[in-house]
């Protein structure tokens, strides 16, 4: 079951919150799930380079918040406030759905130990051609050392520009996938590489109480409204 399954559709309700927060009726459903995919796509296409970990979409009536979960949130705002790329990202959303919308910025405090920016870490490393198993490796380090359970790393693919695909691991501490009470975050990546694509598969367990990386978290917001 737990490798099956997304491990963060799994404990929704238990130890995660939904991504997205609202309601519809059957009419009106499928257009916003849609509407939801395509601002997650523009949002991350948008802020590619500021480690972006979850985009985070709340509804009321026709006015739309967008939370953004970063680990470099001078690379949006800018320093002092200067270069405030949330205003040109408001302005194009509001544009595309023709709804009033907000952007909030939410600064990830442990990025060493969230599981998708571990992947996209990874993922970036295979494309400079470092090894898979020093990046590997070094990724592990890292979220022990900062307070991480357990981690566990899974890549796939023409590892080291090999012939055949294969699938390589790493396993470090506890990462109980079907107790679904543990704390665990899941974040999935895919490296371009000139071999072929490599998938990077990231699960980390937080500490029993540690809810700071594993979901429902919003320790320091930077809002931007219309």
């Not at 972006?52 to 509804?59: K, L």
């Not at 022990?144 to 691991?169: C, F």
Request: aromatic fraction near 6%; glycine fraction near 8%.
């Amino acid at each position: 079951m737990g490798q099956k399954v997304n491990p963060i559709g799994m404990r929704v309700t238990v130890t995660k919150a939904w991504r997205s927060r609202w309601y519809a009726d059957h009419r009106r459903y499928g257009e916003f799930a849609v509407e939801d995919d395509r601002i997650r796509r523009w949002t991350l296409d948008y802020f590619k380079d500021a480690a972006v970990s979850d985009v985070e979409i709340e509804r009321h009536s026709d006015r739309v918040r967008v939370t953004i979960h970063t680990a470099r949130p001078g690379v949006v705002m800018g320093r002092r406030g200067s270069e405030d790329r949330r205003e040109e990202l408001r302005k194009l959303l509001a544009a595309r759905t023709k709804r009033e919308v907000y952007v909030d910025v939410v600064e990830e405090p442990h990025p060493e130990r969230n599981a998708q920016l571990v992947a996209e870490g990874i993922a970036a490393q295979l494309v400079r051609r470092v090894s898979f198993r020093r990046a590997m490796k070094r990724a592990a380090d890292l979220a022990m050392e900062a307070g991480a359970e357990g981690i566990r790393i899974q890549v796939a693919g023409r590892l080291g520009g090999a012939e055949l695909a294969r699938t390589e691991g790493l396993r470090r501490g506890k990462v109980p996938l079907h107790t679904l009470r543990e704390p665990i975050d899941y974040g999935f990546a895919e490296a371009r590489t000139v071999a072929g694509q490599i998938g990077v598969k990231v699960w980390i367990c937080h500490r029993a109480g540690d809810r700071s990386a594993a979901g429902g978290r919003k320790e320091r917001a930077y809002a931007a409204h219309a």
